[in-house]
């Protein structure tokens, strides 16, 4: 798959998001939902990086 935009959308970002956390597992269950997900990465994250790429159609 990848990115696969549309002939002629123009260009689309892609954001990875790789965060470096202060325990080994955050305790959340596999139906939990993203903003609980984000509030127990925002709570355990020392150190945090986005990668931005770029692609044209």
Known sequence: M???PPAGSGRR???I???ALDVTTIGI???STPAF???NLTTHT???VVI???FSA
């Open 2 to 4: 990848g990115a696969a």
């Open 13 to 15: 970002n892609y954001y």
């Open 17 to 19: 998001a790789i965060h």
């Open 29 to 31: 269950v596999k139906d």
């Open 37 to 39: 997900l984000s509030v």
């Open 46 to 48: 020392q150190a945090r």
């Open 52 to 54: 931005t790429r770029h």
